[in-house]
């Protein structure tokens, strides 16, 4: 998965290429902008060095968000001097969803909301079931690498994930169902 070279443009290419969804676990994970871009800035500061000495079988993507993460849990074991900001902005939590220019103005308006009561549930989510989302649905992760960047058993992993889809279910249903009784009147008018 990771090939070394000599040239340290494409070793800084390979690692660049995380960079979106860096962004957005780090967003997940301390629920503010401006400490998210810490997070991910202080993330490639570690990774540029220490890149070189990766094995040629190391997965970059899950070694990153390893980073990422171990330098976020140890900055909330320290005490903050700065002022924290209440809330997320949800929209840089997750990564836009490529629709087809084809569709018609309503299809994109459904999407558009449909995508906006998402955005919403799993803001609503508690810290660990956001992550597990995150790192699986949208990052593509495996229960390998997910276990490994979160230090626990692949069993933990299923778990949590199960449980945070459940979560994301019960939040979800009632802003579907409310919503698909709109698209319905609209439908039969």
Same mark, same amino acid.
């Given at each position: 998965m990771f090939s070394r070279s000599n040239g340290s443009s494409s070793e800084a290419d390979m690692l660049l290429e995380h960079i979106d969804g860096l962004y957005s676990y780090a967003v997940a994970l301390s629920r503010n902008r401006v400490d998210a871009e810490d997070l991910v800035q202080e993330t490639y500061v570690r990774a540029i060095r220490a890149v070189g000495r990766l094995r040629k079988e190391s997965n970059i993507k899950s070694w990153m968000f390893t980073i990422l993460r171990n330098i976020w849990r140890n900055q909330l074991r320290q005490p903050r001097v700065a002022v924290q900001m209440s809330g997320t902005d949800i929209d840089q939590l997750l990564p836009e969803l490529q629709t087809p220019a084809t569709k018609d103005p309503h299809s994109l308006l459904v999407t558009s909301w449909d995508q906006q009561q998402v955005r919403h549930a799993i803001s609503q989510l508690?810290?660990?079931?956001?992550?597990?989302?995150?790192?699986?649905?949208?990052?593509?992760?495996?229960?390998?690498?997910?276990?490994?960047?979160? =230090?626990?058993?692949?069993?933990?992993?299923?778990?949590?994930?199960?449980?945070?889809?459940?979560?994301?279910?019960?939040?979800?249903?009632?802003?579907?169902?409310?919503? =698909?009784?709109?698209? =319905?009147?609209?439908?039969?008018?």
């Amino acid at each position: 998965m990771f090939s070394r070279s000599n040239g340290s443009s494409s070793e800084a290419d390979m690692l660049l290429e995380h960079i979106d969804g860096l962004y957005s676990y780090a967003v997940a994970l301390s629920r503010n902008r401006v400490d998210a871009e810490d997070l991910v800035q202080e993330t490639y500061v570690r990774a540029i060095r220490a890149v070189g000495r990766l094995r040629k079988e190391s997965n970059i993507k899950s070694w990153m968000f390893t980073i990422l993460r171990n330098i976020w849990r140890n900055q909330l074991r320290q005490p903050r001097v700065a002022v924290q900001m209440s809330g997320t902005d949800i929209d840089q939590l997750l990564p836009e969803l490529q629709t087809p220019a084809t569709k018609d103005p309503h299809s994109l308006l459904v999407t558009s909301w449909d995508q906006q009561q998402v955005r919403h549930a799993i803001s609503q989510l508690p810290l660990e079931s956001r992550e597990i989302i995150l790192l699986r649905e949208f990052e593509d992760l495996s229960y390998q690498e997910i276990a490994g960047v979160l =230090n626990c058993p692949i069993g933990t992993v299923m778990s949590r994930l199960g449980r945070a889809r459940s979560k994301l279910r019960v939040l979800l249903s009632p802003a579907l169902a409310g919503g =698909n009784l709109e698209r =319905n009147r609209e439908v039969d008018k």
